[in-house]
């Protein structure tokens, strides 16, 4: 590794198309990952790839004039004092990642032209990093602009739909089906066993277990490709997540040693939980209040009437 005080001017020349050239295929990269959910900032993205471009083929032009065909490849890790940058294609960053790392290439990238013109002695060179210095500049306040205006309202409702195919969806059927289909097997095994900790080991298992089966079912169904509805696996979190959640929400309560106790609570809990599923589909799925509250409650109600039932037989 070499100190950029060592670097002559062909390197410096060399390592400044390798800079551009390397922003320029990152900002595609940007580009790319927020597409979708935001088509107007992935554009003023490619916009500065294009200009980085530019500013290759021009320091290419410079470089011919003055040193011939032949470019050494030297990279920002083979000079001391670059901060190193994860490599993109290992993630998918968002929006405000991608303006965060933005900004800090263009101030480090344009650092670098003002220290390069100020150690060139040649005045073509000397000028085009300069000038090159202060496009950099722009780029920067390109950045701060995306990041001050924000999202369209075009992007702001791409972005709310994404959050409702992605996490509200899996999750609220994860919820529902978690806080409705182990309200049966603990509610039978309370009054079949009378015992809370025979019941609380029955809800455990429900709980865990629908979690895992609605977690796979929700992973492996649709891998998103076609329905836009993201990363199968993290839909697939969500939505078995949410489904021990709701199970073991009316479980705890049968820690408490007095079967009849735990049993009033957990009804308690369930009315809860089904409140809160029914304003979830109000608030997210523009279901009328009431009409939420009434097809939760009676799925709930004869879950749990099945539940009473079985256990008493």
């Not at 025979?198 to 298992?205: E, K, N, Q, W």
């Not at 609605?214 to 696996?233: C, I, K, N, Q, V």
């Not at 949410?242 to 369930?270: E, F, Q, R």
């Amino acid at each position: 590794m070499k100190t950029f005080e060592s670097l002559t001017e062909r390197e410096i020349l060399a390592l400044a198309i390798s800079l551009e050239e390397e922003d320029a295929r990152i900002y595609q990269d940007f580009a790319g990952a927020i597409e979708k959910e935001y088509p107007e900032q992935a554009e003023r993205f490619r916009g500065m790839r294009r200009d980085e471009d530019r500013h290759r083929h021009r320091l290419l032009e410079l470089y011919q004039q003055r040193f011939g065909e032949h470019v050494p490849l030297i990279r920002r890790q083979d000079v001391r004092g670059f901060v190193n940058r994860r490599s993109v294609w290992l993630g998918r960053p968002g929006l405000k990642t991608a303006l965060r790392t933005a900004e800090s290439m263009e101030v480090e990238t344009r650092h670098f032209y003002l220290a390069a013109a100020r150690r060139t002695t040649d005045a073509s060179v000397r000028q085009l990093l300069g000038d090159l210095a202060e496009e950099e500049s722009g780029h920067v306040a390109v950045a701060e602009d995306i990041a001050r205006t924000g999202p369209s309202e075009s992007e702001k409702a791409r972005a709310k739909r994404l959050f409702l195919l992605q996490v509200v969806q899996p999750g609220l059927a994860g919820l529902m089906d978690g806080s409705v289909s182990t309200l049966a097997p603990l509610f039978a095994a309370a009054f079949a066993t009378h015992s809370s900790h025979s019941t609380f080991l029955v809800g455990l298992a429900a709980s865990v277990g629908a979690g895992i089966s609605m977690g796979f079912a929700e992973a492996l169904t649709d891998d998103g490709s076609l329905t836009g509805r993201g990363r199968p696996w993290t839909r697939g979190f969500v939505c078995g997540g949410m489904t021990a959640v709701g199970g073991l929400g009316h479980t705890m309560p049968y820690l408490i040693h007095n079967v009849k106790t735990a049993t009033s609570i957990a009804v308690c809990v369930v009315l809860v939980e089904l409140c809160i599923i029914s304003w979830v589909r109000h608030r997210f799925m523009d279901t009328p209040l009431v009409s939420a509250l009434l097809q939760v409650l009676l799925g709930g109600a004869l879950v749990f009437l099945a539940g009473i039932l079985i256990g008493n037989s």
